[in-house]
């Protein structure tokens, strides 16, 4: 059994931080946001996934103040789109550095829809889009109380758009979605193709 405290690991034995190996998959967090003067930005999240049911609440982090966060401290609202096996690339051009600024649904193809509760527009390719007001906006702190750059966004979700290609007798196929989920290393990622179920014993 290796055991090693963070940011101690022995190189020779870890070469890579497994940390973002370890806890994976994750669903990636692809955030569409409007500042208060319109202008649009995309961009994927590893820390990302859903909170509550009732009310449905999501959460993604960011490492440091990018236009994602700057632009959700001005508006309050957001949309969650989900990324799947036939938007990979897409998403993966999104994650590009570019310019503060820059809006990336052009730069990675795709096409703006509008939301009905909110002002930032979702990816019209996505098969679900979850609009989103924001709850909290949290400044994290190690064990010390220190800040060290990440924020905690929390959201509410107020509207959900299903593309209907993926509901059958009255369900939501993931399995065909194919969404993607976030595995860490340098590059990993994961595909769902099937699923298997595991009833709660009584």
């Not at 236009?67 to 789109?81: L, P, Q, R, S």
């Not at 979702?122 to 924001?134: F, G, I, T, Y």
Request: glycine share 6%; with cysteine.
């Amino acid at each position: 059994m290796i055991f090693y405290e963070p940011g101690q690991r022995d190189r020779a034995v870890l070469k890579h931080d497994p940390f973002k190996s370890i806890i994976a998959p994750r669903p990636i967090g692809w955030i569409s946001t409007m500042s208060a003067s319109g202008a649009v930005n995309l961009a994927p999240y590893s820390y990302f996934n859903a909170l509550a049911s009732a009310p449905p609440i999501l959460a993604f982090a960011s490492e440091g103040v990018k236009d994602t966060v700057a632009f959700i401290e001005e508006t309050g609202e957001f949309v969650w789109n989900m990324p799947n096996w036939d938007l990979r690339d897409a998403m993966n051009a999104s994650a590009a550095t570019v310019p503060r600024g820059t809006n990336e649904f052009p730069l990675a193809g795709l096409t703006q829809a509008p939301c009905r509760f909110v002002k930032p527009p979702r990816v019209a390719e996505a098969p679900v889009a979850l609009e989103c007001k924001v709850t909290s906006i949290q400044r994290l702190k190690d064990i010390e109380g220190r800040e060290f750059g990440n924020i905690l966004v929390l959201g509410q979700v107020v509207g959900i758009h299903i593309d209907e290609a993926y509901v059958s007798d009255g369900v939501f196929d993931l399995a065909k979605v194919k969404p993607i989920a976030r595995c860490g290393g340098l590059a990993d990622y994961a595909v769902v193709t099937e699923l298997f179920q595991m009833f709660r014993p009584r």
